[in-house]
């Protein structure tokens, strides 16, 4: 059974910084993609970030500059660094994997405020 462990939510100021983990368990295939996306009260979930197994990274127009997604392969945990944070950040954060079998699997999610 495939486990999304996420941690490094919390309450910041405006300008201030996160680090979210999320390691991955228990998939029997590989994970091509690792990713995260983000919920809103009222809003629909969108892609913040998501990085391939070799790397390639793509991120959201209003995250650019300031999120930097990595990854660590022989752990199977993804990151995201999140910098210069801004109210309209404030949001549940979802960690995503994809498999080589293109199964998809959500963590349970982590709240991000920031306070202005």
């Known amino acids: 059974q495939v486990q999304l462990v996420e941690s490094g939510g919390g309450l910041v100021q405006a300008g201030g910084s996160l680090r979210l983990s999320c390691a991955a368990s228990?998939?029997?295939?590989?994970?091509?993609?690792m990713g995260w996306y983000r919920q809103a009260p009222g809003k629909q979930r969108e892609m913040v970030a998501t990085?391939?197994?070799?790397?390639?990274?793509n991120y959201a127009d209003s995250v650019k500059g300031r999120f930097t997604v990595s990854r660590d392969n022989a752990k199977n945990t993804v990151y995201l660094q999140m910098n210069s944070l801004k109210p309209e950040d404030t949001a549940v954060y979802y960690c995503?994997?994809?498999?080589?079998?293109?199964?998809?699997?959500w963590g349970q999610g982590t709240q991000v405020t920031v306070s202005s």
């Open positions: 990085i391939t197994s070799g790397g390639r990274t």
């Open positions: 995503n994997i994809v498999t080589s079998r293109a199964l998809s699997f």
């Open positions: 228990g998939s029997r295939f590989s994970i091509n993609l």
